[in-house]
């Protein structure tokens, strides 16, 4: 398996861009997860869906955020505008039933 | 609410020394509890989950963790480090591993000869 995929790896943008990043979940897996990692707050959840449902989104910081999940296969995280602040390593994780949450590489993003 | 403490931001060992990295946690009912690992650069990698039954339980690269109820923690251990250990720990508590994981701020380790 080729485990969660996140594409790109790396994104570096000017502050109003918008920027879309992308998961690729686990085949089989049925809940998705976006996180947000950043050295003053840590790992945080963003958003988690279940069979493509958004669950939760209380952790969307502000409506500049929006992920959508239009199948099983394929998740997008988009930020319009960017802003330095959103700088950070976003991170998506899939897992199934009771199972553990396996999480792909992510994706560094530098908002100038 | 959820909440995990992880005491020590960063701790350095000998390789070949003990560790044992310290987790707390608050939630109100039996948690589902994790350790994962995170190397430069790299994303989260599993060493090993506690959901019920032994206390005790045996991960990945030869980790190993104990749950204590009574004191809610879920320390990390290993007998012997290697220099390859040397990354950030990241202990986390859910509900099941099909809810959102609450983590804590990690802890650095850094191995010496």
Redesign the interface.
């Known amino acids: 398996d080729a485990g969660?995929i996140q594409s790109p790896r790396h994104e570096v943008t000017e502050m109003g861009q918008e920027v879309t990043l992308r998961c690729k979940p686990i085949s089989g897996h049925d809940?998705l997860?976006w996180y947000r990692q950043t050295m003053m707050r840590?790992?945080?959840?963003l958003i988690?869906f279940?069979n493509n449902v958004p669950i939760?989104d209380s952790?969307m910081p502000e409506d500049r955020f929006s992920a959508k999940m239009p199948n099983a296969s394929f998740s997008t995280l988009k930020i319009q505008p960017s802003e330095p602040r959103d700088s950070a390593v976003y991170?998506c994780?899939s897992?199934?039933?009771?199972?553990?949450?396996?999480?792909?590489?992510?994706t560094?993003l530098l908002v100038l | 609410a959820q909440s995990v403490t992880q005491p020590d931001i960063h701790i350095t060992v000998s390789e070949g020394a003990s560790l044992e990295l310290r987790c707390n946690y608050s939630y109100g009912a039996t948690p589902y509890l994790f350790w994962y690992v995170q190397s430069p650069g790299q994303g989260l990698q599993l060493l090993l989950k506690y959901f019920s039954g032994d206390t005790l339980v045996q991960g990945i690269k030869g980790f190993e963790a104990e749950f204590k109820r009574s004191q809610s923690s879920f320390n990390l251990r290993k007998p012997s480090v290697h220099w390859s250990d040397a990354a950030e720990y990241f202990c986390a508590v859910g509900a099941s591993g099909n809810t959102p994981l609450v983590f804590g701020k990690g802890t650095r380790l850094s191995v010496i000869a």
Request: aromatic share 26%.
């Open positions: 969660v809940y997860f840590g790992l945080e959840l988690y279940n939760d952790g991170f994780a897992s199934w039933l009771q199972e553990t949450q396996y999480f792909g590489p992510g560094r």
